[in-house]
């Protein structure tokens, strides 16, 4: 068994032996390269890393591994600054980075240019400086900073391409700006912004209109504007200030053409210093007292030809006595004092004179009494009821006292003093008359028609009320007699 042939001398190997000779039954003798029981396993020394032995000593590497043994990793686009670690990963060197490690690394960025090598920046035109931040100006800016190629940035009081010419805000009219806000003038000229001219020895009443010249204020004249101008002259003074003139002794006015007169000419004028011609009608040094012709009596003179009166007076010559009040039935006889006509009397004379007096009115007229209303009579002492006082008299206006029993405004009703009682009515004055049933001049005392006799009282009418140890109706009947012993009635 295991062998086959004709001589038997061929060993049978099943399965059979793929790259090998059958040497003893299923026993395989391998050909070099290969190994296994069929030898059909082939042999790579050394082995292969990441793929698979498909013949001795060839790999079929896995994707994205390369070589003899399948251990490099392949990156398609190289790794050009660094190292292929695995499939299509580069492991880049210090200083670059990307997928293929062509990007140079530069940590602070290249803001104004390119990272052309690790921490190497290429500036763009116009830059400079490790990160190509820096502006570049040519000329350089003097007073200001360069933020962007070719262009300054001036400082405060500064301008120009190169921030060199130096600002004045306001110009400098007649100078030049010679540092920030500070003008330097040209000869003859002053001020911050050099507009103002300079005269030398000033311009007094005047402003310096351009260098060494004065233009004058009004009123005033002369290189320096120092001379006032008086328009129309100072006849006897002289020119002070611009239309004013200094007058000399005795004499005033505008132009000085006035004399003066010291204590003045009230109501006149004055003519030569010292000297006044009086007004009509005045008199007097200073033409200050009036004259009045006929005098004033009474009063003196308070202007020409009138007369101002003293308390009391009046009348042009101030000889008329004064009563303010007048004296409407008399005359004044004196200043506040009237003298009254027969039958009257006051002050002024406006009060009549009743003798007798008016009681309850007033005095109208002499001798004559105008009564109050609800009065009468020459002297008004009478009271007034309009519609009488039948049964008694009039004792004030509108008021009538009743003679007694009777009463009412007109004392025409009768009147029962202490009243009417137990439905009497008063008749007549101060009577009664009764119901049935009672009497007495009040209607107040019971009638018992049968008398209650000593054993009781009346107590209403027909009613009798009986003693203590009386009864019956008529409380005639007591206790204790006949057949009653003990009284227990009621």
Same mark, same amino acid.
């Given at each position: 068994s295991g062998w086959t042939g004709a001589t038997c001398a061929t060993a049978i190997c099943s399965p059979a032996c793929v790259n090998g000779a059958c040497n003893s039954p299923n026993v395989c003798t391998c050909n070099s390269g290969w190994s296994g029981s069929t030898c059909a396993s082939a042999i790579c020394s050394p082995a292969c890393v990441n793929g698979a032995c498909t013949s001795p000593n060839v790999c079929s590497c896995n994707s994205g591994w390369s070589g003899a043994t399948c251990a490099s990793p392949i990156c398609s686009g190289g790794c050009g600054n660094g190292a292929c670690t695995a499939p299509a990963t580069c492991t880049c060197n210090s200083g670059w980075s990307g997928s293929t490690c062509g990007s140079p690394i530069c940590s602070g960025g290249c803001g104004n240019g390119a990272c052309t090598a690790p921490a190497t920046c290429t500036c763009n035109s116009g830059w400079t400086g490790s990160t190509c931040a820096s502006a570049i100006c040519s000329p350089a800016c003097v007073n200001g900073a360069c933020n962007s190629p070719g262009v300054c940035t001036c400082s405060g009081g500064w301008s120009g391409s190169t921030c060199a010419s130096p600002v004045c805000g306001s110009g400098c009219g007649n100078g030049y700006c010679s540092s920030p806000g500070v003008c330097t003038c040209n000869s003859g000229w002053s001020g911050s912004?050099?507009?103002?001219?300079?005269?030398?020895?000033?311009?007094?009443?005047?402003?310096?209109?351009?260098?060494?010249?004065?233009?004058?204020?009004?009123?005033?004249?002369?290189s320096?504007?120092?001379? #006032?101008?008086?328009?129309?002259?100072?006849?006897?003074?002289?020119?002070?200030?611009?239309?004013?003139?200094?007058?000399?002794?005795?004499?005033?006015?505008?132009?000085?053409?006035?004399?003066?007169?010291?204590?003045?000419?009230?109501?006149?004028?004055?003519?030569?210093?010292?000297?006044?011609?009086?007004?009509?009608?005045?008199?007097?040094?200073?033409?200050?007292?009036?004259?009045?012709?006929?005098?004033?009596?009474?009063?003196?003179?308070?202007?020409?030809?009138?007369?101002?009166?003293?308390?009391?007076?009046?009348?042009?010559?101030?000889?008329? #006595?004064?009563?303010?009040?007048?004296?409407?039935?008399?005359?004044?006889?004196?200043?506040?004092?009237?003298t009254c006509n027969s039958g009257w009397t006051g002050g002024t004379c406006s009060t009549p004179v009743c003798g007798s007096g008016c009681g309850n009115g007033y005095c109208s007229s002499p001798g004559t009494?105008?009564?109050?209303?609800?009065?009468?009579?020459?002297?008004?002492?009478? #009271?007034?009821?309009?519609?009488?006082?039948?049964?008694?008299?009039?004792?004030?206006?509108?008021?009538c006292t009743c003679n007694s029993g009777w009463t009412g405004s007109t004392c025409s009703t009768v009147?029962?003093?202490?009243?009417?009682?137990?439905?009497?009515?008063?008749?007549?004055?101060?009577?009664?008359?009764? #119901?049935?049933?009672?009497?007495?001049?009040?209607?107040?005392?019971?009638?018992?028609?049968?008398?209650?006799?000593?054993?009781?009282?009346?107590?209403?009418?027909?009613?009798?009320e009986c003693y203590p140890q009386y009864f019956g109706v008529y409380c005639r009947q007591r206790c204790g007699r006949r057949r009653m012993i003990n009284c227990e009635i009621p």
């Open positions: 912004t050099c507009a103002s001219p300079v005269c030398g020895t000033g311009c007094g009443n005047g402003y310096c209109s351009s260098p060494n010249t004065c233009t004058c204020n009004s009123g005033w004249s002369g320096t504007c120092a001379s #006032p101008v008086c328009g129309s002259g100072c006849g006897n003074g002289y020119c002070s200030s611009p239309n004013t003139c200094t007058c000399y002794s005795g004499w005033s006015g505008s132009t000085c053409g006035s004399p003066v007169c010291g204590s003045g000419c009230g109501n006149g004028y004055c003519s030569s210093p010292g000297t006044c011609t009086c007004n009509s009608g005045w008199s007097g040094s200073t033409c200050g007292s009036p004259v009045c012709g006929s005098g004033c009596g009474n009063g003196y003179c308070s202007s020409p030809g009138t007369c101002t009166c003293n308390s009391g007076w009046s009348g042009s010559t101030c000889g008329t #006595p004064v009563c303010n009040g007048g004296c409407g039935n008399g005359y004044c006889s004196s200043p506040g004092s009237c009494c105008t009564c109050n209303s609800g009065w009468s009579g020459s002297t008004c002492g009478s #009271p007034v009821c309009g519609s009488g006082c039948g049964n008694g008299y009039c004792s004030s206006p509108g008021t009147s029962c003093q202490y009243g009417c009682y137990n439905g009497g009515y008063c008749s007549g004055p101060n009577t009664c008359t009764c #119901p049935t049933g009672w009497t007495d001049s009040v209607c107040s005392t019971p009638v018992c028609s049968i008398s209650c006799g000593a054993g009781g009282e009346c107590v209403a009418p027909n009613t009798c």
